[in-house]
């Protein structure tokens, strides 16, 4: 990903932050904790969508993407080491 897609993802959050009445700076802070472009969009989408009433709300968004995404993590790392373990198992029947 290039550096222009990060910058256009944060000021899209950016946008939608400032315009629900929150300040830059919850916006900055949850950009940096989501780490991506994917995330901070889908962020900003859910922002557009449900019009948060207070930060906590907010927060609790994030959290929740960022939980996702660690899970997705996990479970990739668990699929490569099946898949490796698998191909062990396999080449020692071979033998």
């Known amino acids: 990903m290039n550096n ?5 993802a944060k000021n899209e959050l950016l946008g939608e932050i400032t315009a629900l009445g929150f300040p830059t700076e919850l916006g900055e802070l949850i ?6 472009p994917k995330a901070i969009r889908r ?3 859910y922002l ?3 019009k948060p009433h207070n930060a906590e ?7 929740a993407i960022s939980s996702e995404i660690e899970a997705w993590h996990r479970k990739k ?3 490569q080491a099946n898949a490796s ?3 062990y198992m396999q080449s020692w029947r071979d033998d």
């Open 48 to 50: 557009r969508q449900v």
């Open 4 to 8: 222009q897609e990060w910058v256009q």
């Open 77 to 79: 790392e668990s699929e």
């Open 85 to 87: 373990y698998n191909e």
């Open 43 to 45: 962020m900003s989408s």
């Open 57 to 63: 709300e907010v927060v609790d968004e994030m959290l």
């Open 31 to 36: 950009a940096r904790q989501l780490g991506s």
